[in-house]
Structures are given as structure tokens and as C-alpha cells.
């Protein structure tokens, strides 16, 4: 479980694809959360929930599957860019963003960035089936980042980001057409589900 609330930028080092499988080897540098991390732990990368499997005293290594690198913005990575990093809340620990599970619900585009003094706001492009669990004023993660929805329309949502996040993430990088991660509040989902649920017809008596 992970509060949205980014500890630092790694940079991806080097991507290996696995001999004898359909994923890869993502290794990111950062060496503070690398330092203070163990094999098995956590690490929310752009918001993707990955497994340390090997580690140095400077780096991460996280094995990822297919499935994370069709549905997600890691398989489009190279050696070079910035990630977001977060490791796994510990119990105690403050949650200063919101909920967030590191399971990405799917992909938005950015297709508008207005910038006001040190202020942006960016507006992304996104699925029905996104948009269906999204409301202004609730919350959204982006590439792992927690944000307030501004608009909530079918098609694209707005949100304004402060100086801080600019700079302290990768959002503050992005360009026009860029593609990001996106999950949306879990209470939403379960919200739908209750509501789709009611269409069920009963179950025949066994």
C-alpha cells in the first residue's frame, strides 16, 4: 500500500529483457531509497507496484511482466528517464496523499499544458472506463502521484500542480503527448461494482 506521495526520482539504468521469458529487467538508480531497501520490498515505480529482486548500495532491480509492460507506461521507459519512486507504507506512517494501491488501472495522455507563473495545469485524455470511477474534487493517481481532479469530464480530466510537485517529480517533465499511469481512488471501484451489482439476475437455487 502506498500514499501517492513521491520519495524521489530514480533514473532507469538499464532495461534487460528476460532469456527465458516475455518481461524484463528494470534496474533504477537512486541511491538513498536503494540504500535503505531490501530484496522483496516494495517500490512503487510510476505508480506500478514492483518487487526488488536485486539491489546494490546505488540501485533497484525489479523484474516486470508483460501484462505491466502493455498496461502501463514502463514499457515505453529508456535507459536515461526519470521515475517516480515510493516505497510501501510502514504501519504508523502518516498518509499524507491517499489510498493508493500501485495497481494501475490503465493509461491518459496529456493533450494540454497551461503553465501560470510557477503554477501548471495539465489536462489528460482518458478511457470511459476511467473516467466512470473519477469526480471533481476526488482523487487521482498519476504516474504514482496524488492529485486532486479539477474537471471530471467522459473523455479528459484537469489538474493543477504546485511548483513543489513540478520540481520534486517527473510531471514536472512532461511534454504534450506524453503518456502516464493512472489509478483511480479504490473506493470509487468498489462504489461501481455496488452499482453494476444491482443489475445482476439472482442466482438459479442449486
Known amino acids: 500500500m502506498f500514499s501517492g506521495i513521491v520519495e524521489a526520482m530514480g533514473i532507469v539504468e538499464e532495461i534487460a529483457m528476460e532469456a527465458n521469458g516475455p518481461g524484463c ?4 538508480r537512486e541511491p538513498k531509497i536503494a540504500s535503505e ?3 522483496a520490498d516494495s517500490v512503487a515505480i510510476n505508480g506500478c507496484c514492483l518487487t526488488v529482486v536485486a539491489r546494490t548500495d546505488e540501485t533497484l532491480s525489479f523484474d516486470v511482466g508483460p ?3 502493455a498496461r502501463t507506461n514502463l514499457g515505453s521507459r529508456e535507459v536515461g528517464d526519470f521515475v517516480n519512486m515510493e516505497r510501501a507504507l510502514a504501519v504508523g506512517d502518516r498518509l499524507g496523499g491517499h489510498i493508493v494501491s500501485g495497481h494501475i488501472d ?3 495522455t496529456l493533450i494540454e499544458k497551461k503553465d501560470d507563473k510557477d503554477w501548471s495545469f495539465y489536462k489528460f485524455r482518458i478511457t470511459h472506463s476511467i473516467a466512470r470511477q473519477m469526480v471533481e474534487k476526488g482523487s ?3 504516474d504514482g502521484v496524488s492529485l486532486t481532479v479539477v ?10 500542480l504546485i511548483p513543489f510537485t513540478l520540481a520534486v517529480t517527473t510531471l514536472g517533465k512532461m511534454n504534450v503527448g506524453d503518456r502516464v499511469n493512472l489509478e483511480t481512488d479504490i473506493l470509487a471501484k ?10 445482476w439476475t439472482p442466482e438459479s437455487a442449486e
Do not use: H, K, M, N
Not at 529487467?25 to 533504477?28: A, S, Y
Not at 474537471?151 to 493543477?160: G, H, I, M, N
Open 190 to 199: 468498489y462504489v461501481q461494482r455496488l452499482v453494476e451489482s444491482e443489475a
Open 106 to 108: 490503465g493509461t491518459g
Open 67 to 69: 501484462e505491466s509492460l
Open 140 to 142: 487521482i493517481a498519476i
Open 37 to 39: 531497501s531490501a530484496v
Open 151 to 160: 474537471e471530471s469530464e467522459p473523455d479528459y480530466f484537469t489538474v493543477a
Open 25 to 28: 529487467r528494470l534496474t533504477v
